[in-house]
């Protein structure tokens, strides 16, 4: 199957009124431009911001844009800056509740569900409950038929991907699916999910 094909018209609308009425907010946008700019706009400059591991965020310049423009409190940032690995996980914990969490999912469902699979889990609590605001990115490609197609898709499709990333950036080897998580419904207006009609992320 090809999980690169980007949805059409009648099933993005589709996908995102079974959003809506789960209590997830939905923007469909064109292109990674148009996302970046909606991203910016939902996230008050000043704001500290968690931000999950994202090749969909990294493509449309928001992790750069959140990192190095002086205009956001980057958490991932600060992490970065700490050498001993229990501080950085003693922060990482205190940063959990931070205001606003930015990232990306593997899948979603045209009945409405998102699909987060990780290895650790580090992303999972923000999007699940710890952050006040999760604004997601996400290339209509990633829409799916059901949770079998969204468990296959990430694993036929994100995970070699996600495991070439890893070994390319970071010589490791045999990424794995330790998390999965199923976002079923949320408090309306807590979670916003930004459709891009562009081929981006895993």
């Known amino acids: 199957?090809?999980?690169?094909?980007?949805?059409?018209?009648?099933?993005?609308?589709?996908?995102?009124?079974?959003?809506k009425k789960r209590g997830i907010e939905v923007f469909v946008v064109s292109n990674g431009e148009e996302a970046k700019k909606k991203v910016l706009e939902l996230i008050p400059e000043g704001s500290t911001v968690m931000e999950a591991s994202s090749t969909?965020?990294?493509?449309?310049?928001?992790?750069?844009?959140?990192?190095?423009?002086?205009?956001?409190?980057?958490?991932?940032?600060?992490?970065?800056?700490?050498?001993d690995a229990e501080e950085r996980n003693r922060m990482r914990r205190q940063f959990l509740s931070a205001p606003y969490a930015i990232g990306s999912v593997q899948a979603v469902t045209e009945d409405g569900k998102?699909?987060?699979?990780?290895?650790?889990?580090?992303?999972?609590?923000f999007y699940a409950f710890d952050s006040q605001n999760v604004i997601l990115a996400v290339s209509t490609m990633k829409i799916v038929k059901d949770l079998?197609?969204?468990?296959?898709?990430?694993?036929e499709r994100a995970l070699p991907l996600e495991n070439k990333r890893v070994h390319d950036q970071y010589g490791w080897n045999g990424s794995y699916i330790g998390k999965l998580m199923v976002l079923e419904r949320?408090?309306?207006?807590?979670?916003?999910?930004?459709?891009v009609k562009e081929q981006l992320g895993f």
């Open 1 to 19: 199957m090809a999980w690169d094909t980007l949805a059409d018209d009648s099933i993005i609308e589709k996908t995102a009124e079974a959003l």
């Open 56 to 83: 969909t965020m990294n493509e449309i310049g928001i992790t750069q844009e959140i990192e190095e423009s002086g205009k956001y409190d980057s958490v991932r940032k600060k992490l970065h800056g700490i050498t």
């Open 114 to 125: 998102l699909v987060v699979a990780s290895a650790s889990g580090s992303q999972i609590s």
């Open 148 to 155: 079998d197609a969204a468990f296959k898709r990430i694993h």
């Open 186 to 195: 949320d408090r309306p207006g807590r979670t916003r999910v930004i459709f």
